[in-house]
């Protein structure tokens, strides 16, 4: 029997939640767009979800977010389904590399022009490039019906950074433009960045990016519907790439320090899980998912107060 209980890892949250909402001083929200640079620094919240659908949460865990880069990782998922697995690391690779998540410098230095893994723009463009469909909204619809299936929740798109995304995406678009030129995108430019653009800008809250945690933290397994709703070798695959490419340029660093598979966002979010342990002191011996938003970001692109956060919390629940 789990010796915790729900109030007391609660307050043990919340406790954190106060004392690592004064790490985000060290970050600042992105600016690249209004609606993110507009967010309130100094928030924190998070949940984590076990298998039986035990919740915990503090702090600013409802408050609504993009998903940006964390959307990266159902995309990939999304397409491996339909295609296997083959057929995708035929046009992405699966190595980290320690750039930018935007850097466009390693494209051409490549197998020529093969991203190296789909956590990067490069990679997660031509992954939404792959979705089934001969349209944005085909391909976009065969992702959002994972992602319900997934969180019980239709994905809702905010137009605003939507649209902010569509103006500024000189950068994304010159790499989608290189990835069209090497044969790598299944689609055209515009479409493939449409379809990239919107499944960045699907609103959640932790609590549903906690919710998918907990689907690969039981590869594929969702408790709650009593059903597998990935295969579980796609799960393993994704998580490998959380874990080696998820944080961005800092992923060595996070895996040593966290040693968890997570994938962050500009925005402020991270989505992270916990395998299940039986020997686990932690409060969630059956495994659980973490939903994570703090909108100060580091020079990396991860929440600074939500890594610190984590950072705690593995180190106090000895979970690794
Ligand atoms: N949508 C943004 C981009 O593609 C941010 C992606 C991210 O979270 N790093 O540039």
């Not at 031509?126 to 992602?147: C, D, M, R």
């Not at 320090?257 to 989505?271: H, Q, T």
């Amino acid at each position: 029997a789990n010796k915790w209980e729900a109030q007391q890892v609660t307050e043990h949250l919340q406790r954190w939640v106060a004392y690592h909402r004064e790490q985000a001083s060290e970050g600042a929200c992105a600016s690249y767009i209004p609606a993110l640079r507009r967010a309130d620094p100094t928030q924190l919240g998070i949940c984590m979800v076990g298998p039986s659908g035990n919740k915990v949460t503090a702090g600013d865990w409802e408050v609504p977010f993009t998903m940006q880069s964390i959307s990266k990782v159902v995309s990939f998922i999304a397409a491996c389904c339909h295609h296997g697995m083959a057929y995708v690391l035929d046009r992405v690779d699966v190595e980290p590399t320690g750039d930018a998540f935007n850097s466009i410098i390693r494209l051409e230095m490549h197998k020529p022009g093969k991203p190296f893994n789909p956590m990067i723009n490069a990679g997660a463009i031509t992954v939404s490039s792959l979705l089934p469909g001969s349209t944005p909204e085909q391909k976009l619809h065969y992702l959002y019906a994972i992602f319900q299936k997934i969180t019980d929740s239709a994905p809702v798109i905010n137009e605003e950074v939507f649209v902010s995304e569509w103006m500024h995406s000189h950068r994304n678009r010159a790499l989608a433009h290189y990835l069209k030129d090497t044969g790598y995108l299944d689609c055209e430019v515009e479409e493939a960045l449409e379809v990239y653009l919107k499944q960045c800008s699907i609103q959640v809250n932790t609590e549903q990016i906690a919710l998918i945690g907990l689907v690969l933290a039981l590869d594929g397994y969702h408790p709650l519907r009593g059903e597998q709703v990935l295969p579980k070798e796609v799960v393993r695959l994704a998580k490998a790439l959380m874990l080696t490419c998820g944080m961005y340029d800092a992923s060595g660093k996070f895996a040593a320090y966290v040693g968890l598979p997570a994938k962050s966002g500009v925005s402020g979010g991270i989505m992270t899980l916990v395998p299940p342990n039986l020997r686990s002191q932690s409060p969630f011996p059956g495994g659980c998912g973490i939903g994570i938003f703090g909108p100060a970001i580091d020079s990396c692109g991860n929440s600074v107060a939500g890594v610190s956060l984590l950072k705690q919390i593995v180190h106090e629940w000895d979970i690794s």
